[in-house]
């Protein structure tokens, strides 16, 4: 037990992912051994797989720290049941997890109509507002390793499937500060996403805010981005 605590200890101190061997060496435990422990952690959610042998505090580990943060300091849930009171819109806070992300808070739109979304589903990383918010701010090297390991699978029409497309796209979030999937990853819905950035201004997950696409017109959405970055601001700072 205290050879996992301390692996997890290193796997998700702050300052972005870090390599199995130097967790292995600052937790004081043979590589095969934490190699071993780290693949039991990623199952459970506490710890995430980056790709190139490094690891980064998982969903259910942020999810856990914002819980005992909020306490103190904010309420990770008040930020977003404050920005859907301020947009009337369906609210979603998702971690990255590896090669995807996964949503760990939804808070429903004052509207009749009702996401097809869900506390731990997956999300894809290239044709979501909240995956493409943080593809958007992942060094080059780990862009290039999620797009040749999963691929640009075709959603709906309006999915980018050409690696040079998205990476314009990407561009533009990044001097925006948010993404739009325009029924990128499902017809008739559309959403804004922003990215939630850890102290040295990793991506560790997005928020968003969902809509349908015949309830509230493309600029009507748009017009929520400064809601919407700040209340990822906000929260950021809280999983800090």
Known sequence: MSKALRILEEAARTGGPRQLADIAADAGVLKPSTHRILATLAELGYVTTLGGGSYAAGPRMRALAAEVVSESTG?????????????GQTVHLALRSGDHAVYTHKVEGDQPYSMASRVGMRLAMHCTSIGKAILAHLPEKEIDELITTRGLERRTPNTHTDPARLRVDLAGIRDLGYALDDEENETTIRCLGAPVLDAQGYPVGAVSVSTVIFLLPRDELLGHAPA????????????N
């Open 228 to 239: 919407l970055m700040a209340t990822a601001r906000r929260i950021g700072a809280l999983l």
């Open 75 to 87: 309420d990770v849930a008040a930020e977003l049941a404050a920005l859907r009171a301020a947009v």
